[in-house]
C-alpha cells in the first residue's frame, strides 16, 4: 500500500478539490447552499485514485468509508465521540464564567439522530479525501504534527470564503484556529485507531454536532479555537510530535 501512496499527488489533489469547489466561491454560496462543494474532497480522491490505482483502488478508497475493523482499541471512541462535545462544554463554562448572558440549555432530542446522521453522510463527501487520501502521503513525507497542521490550513482555506461572507474577522480567524487545531486532534485519532476513516468520519461528524445544532447558546470559534489549541498542545507533548501515537508515558 506504501507504493500506492507514493503515487498519489497530494498537490494535485489541493488543487482539484479546489477547482471543483470554485462555482460555491464565485458564486458567493454561504451555508447551506455551500454545502454543494461538501463532497468535492470525495470526488477528487476517487478522480484520482482511478487514475493512480485503477477501479480497484477506488473500491478500497470507498470501503475505508467503514473501516471501523481498524478501531482495535475501543477506548478510542471516547475522544472520537466526546472530544468536541467536551470543547463545546467548556465553552460554555467559559461563556458563564466571562458573565454572559445565556437562555436555558436545549437539547433537541428527537432531532438530534436526524442531525447525526445528515452529519455523518456530509463527513463521507469530506474525509474519504482528507483522511482516506491525502493523510497518509503527507505523513510520511512530513510526519504526523506538520501533515496535520498543513491538511487543517487547507482544510481552512477551502472553507474560508463562505466563512468571511457570513461572518466578522474575529469569528473567521477563530474558526480557522479551530479548524487546524481539529484536524491535528484528528490525526492524532487516526494514528492511534490503525488510520481509520470511519473514526475520522465519526469524529467530524461530532464537530458539527456540536457547531450547528442551537443548544440554547452560540457556537463561538474565539472560544473553542484556543480550547482545542490546548488539548492538541498536550497530545502533541503526550504522544510526541513525530507520529502523535507513541505515548511517553505508556
Known sequence: MKTARRTRSVELFFLLVFLLSLPV??????PPYSLLMVFNPFIAA?????????????????????????IRRKVWYIPILLLMPAAM?????????MGESIPRLQFPLLMIPVYFVAFF???????????????????????ALPAGVILGAV????????????????????????TVMARVLMVWIYNNTGGSVFGMILFHAMINMGSVPDYGFRYDPVLVGPILALMAAVVVFLWGPETLARYWYG
Open 25 to 30: 466561491y464565485l458564486l458567493r454560496l454561504v
Open 46 to 70: 476517487s478522480i484520482l485514485t482511478s487514475r493512480e490505482e485503477g477501479l480497484s483502488g477506488v473500491r478500497r478508497l470507498w470501503k475505508r468509508t467503514f473501516d471501523y475493523r481498524r
Open 89 to 97: 462544554a467548556l465553552q460554555y463554562g467559559l461563556m458563564r464564567l
Open 121 to 143: 453522510i456530509l463527513a463521507i463527501g469530506e474525509e474519504v479525501g482528507w483522511s482516506g487520501y491525502a493523510l497518509d502521503p503527507l505523513q510520511e513525507r512530513w510526519g
Open 155 to 178: 482544510w481552512a482555506l477551502w472553507h474560508l470564503v463562505p466563512y468571511a461572507l457570513l461572518h466578522p474577522p474575529l469569528w473567521v480567524a477563530g474558526q480557522c484556529l479551530a
